[in-house]
C-alpha cells in the first residue's frame, strides 16, 4: 500500500539530510575548501543515489529487506536484512543522543539529559506508531517553512556578516584535503545514511520515473542547501573557529541574534525539529525491517523499541566530545560498510546470477 506522495517524499529526503549534518561543519578538514567538499559530495551522492534507485528497480514492491532474501538467498538475505534494520537503529541512537545534547546546552540547561531523552522518545513512539503517512504528512507541512528559514537566513548572514576572505586562498593545498575530507568523512556521513531510503521507495505513490526525479532533485538541492549553510559558517566564522566550536551554526547565528529577533533561537528548534523527524524515520525503517524478520506485527514493536533506543543513547559515550570523536570518525566506516560496500555487493550478485540466467539459457 501507498502511503506518502511525491511531494511528501521530496520533504522527507531533504528533512533526513539536514536533519543532524547541519549540526557539524562538514568537510572542515578541508579548512576554507570545506564547500568544495560538500559540492564534491553532491556528485558521490548522486551516484549512490542512482545505485539506490536501481536496487529498486529489481522489486519495485519490496524494500530492500525483502529484496535481500531473493539476491542473496534465504538464511544470507536474512542476516543482511538483519544488519540494515540494526543500522538504522545504531543511528537513531547516536542521533537521539545528539538531539538531548543539542535541546540541554542551547533550551534547557538545568533539565537532566534523561528526561530530555524520555521526552523525545515518547514522541518518537507516536510518531512511528501512527506510520509513515503521519510522518509524510507532519514532514510535508513543517518543512517548506523550515527550508525557506534556512536559505533565507544563511543569505542574510552571510549578506551582513559574511567575509569572503576567509574562503581564500582556494584549493591552497591542492585537491588531496578535499579527497581525505570525503574519505570516510562526506560519504560515511550524510551519503550513505540515505541507503535508509531502499526502505521507503515502495511507500512512495509515483511511478518508478517520478520516484527517480523525486529522488535525484531532493538530495542535488540538499546539499546545495548544505553548501550554502557552509559558507555562511566559512565566512563569518573562519575555517579555524568553525572547526572548534560545538555547534558552529548557533554560534554563527549569535553574532546576530540580538538584532535579528534571537536567530539563534529559531535556528536551534530548526534543528531540534529536524533532528526529530530524522530520528523517527530511521526508527519506522529499523522497525519495519525487524517486524519482516521477525514475523512481529510492527504496532508491538513501536511500544518496545524506541525506548531501548532511548536507553542506549546515554551509555553510547562517557561524554558528547567522546560521542562526537566516535560518531565522525570511526563509526563513519561502519556506514560506509553498510551503506555502500553492501548495496555495491548487492548489484554485482544481481548481475552475476541474471548473467548466469542468460548463459544457461
Not at 36 to 50: D, E, Y
Not at 185 to 192: D, E, K, T
Not at 330 to 350: F, H
Request: hydrophobic share 50%; proline share 4%; aromatic share 14%.
Amino acid at each position: 500500500m501507498k502511503l506518502i506522495s511525491n511531494t511528501q517524499f521530496f520533504l522527507i529526503v531533504i528533512n533526513f539530510i539536514i536533519g543532524s549534518t547541519i549540526l557539524f561543519p562538514l568537510g572542515i578538514k578541508a579548512k576554507q575548501d570545506a564547500y568544495l567538499v560538500i559540492l564534491t559530495g553532491a556528485f558521490l551522492q548522486l551516484i549512490m543515489s542512482l545505485i539506490y534507485l536501481k536496487i529498486n528497480s529489481i522489486s519495485p514492491e519490496d524494500n530492500f529487506v525483502q529484496l535481500a532474501k531473493k539476491i542473496f538467498g534465504k538464511y544470507l538475505g536474512w542476516l543482511v536484512g538483519v544488519i540494515y534494520s540494526t543500522f538504522f537503529l545504531y543511528i537513531a541512537i547516536r542521533n537521539t543522543r545528539d538531539l538531548a545534547e543539542q535541546i540541554v546546552q542551547n533550551f534547557t540547561p538545568r533539565i537532566d539529559i534523561t528526561s530530555v531523552i524520555i521526552f523525545s522518545i515518547i514522541l518518537v513512539i507516536y510518531a512511528t506508531y501512527s506510520n509513515l503517512s503521519t510522518i509524510g504528512r507532519v514532514i510535508g507541512i513543517i518543512y517548506p517553512f523550515v527550508i525557506l528559514f534556512l536559505v533565507t537566513t544563511s543569505t542574510l548572514l552571510i549578506t551582513l556578516k559574511g567575509d569572503f576572505r576567509n574562503l581564500q586562498p582556494v584549493l591552497a593545498k591542492g585537491f588531496k584535503p578535499i579527497l581525505k575530507a570525503l574519505y570516510p568523512g562526506i560519504l560515511g556521513f550524510p551519503v550513505a545514511e540515505t541507503a535508509i531510503f531502499m526502505m521507503i521507495f515502495p511507500k512512495v505513490n509515483t511511478s518508478l520515473t517520478g520516484l527517480k526525479k523525486s529522488f535525484l532533485i531532493a538530495t542535488t538541492f540538499t546539499y546545495l542547501i548544505l553548501t550554502l549553510n557552509t559558507i555562511m559558517m566559512l565566512t563569518i566564522l573562519g575555517s579555524m573557529l568553525t572547526g572548534k566550536l560545538t555547534f558552529p551554526l548557533i554560534q554563527a547565528t549569535e553574532l546576530l541574534g540580538i538584532e535579528l529577533l534571537h536567530l539563534n533561537f529559531f535556528i536551534s528548534l530548526v534543528m531540534v525539529l529536524s533532528l526529530i523527524m530524522k530520528i523517527t524515520l530511521l526508527t519506522y525503517a529499523g522497525l519495519q525491517g525487524y517486524s519482516q524478520l521477525f514475523k512481529i506485527p510492527y504496532k508491538k514493536m513501536t511500544l518496545f523499541i524506541p525506548p531501548v533506543i532511548g536507553y542506549l543513547a546515554l551509555p553510547i559515550a562517557k561524554g558528547y566530545p567522546q560521542h562526537i570523536r566516535f560518531g565522525l570518525n570511526q563509526s563513519l566506516y561502519i556506514n560506509i560498510v553498510v551503506g555502500i560496500y553492501i548495496p555495491l555487493l548487492t548489484l554485482t550478485i544481481y548481475y552475476f546470477k541474471k548473467g548466469i540466467k542468460k548463459i544457461f539459457k
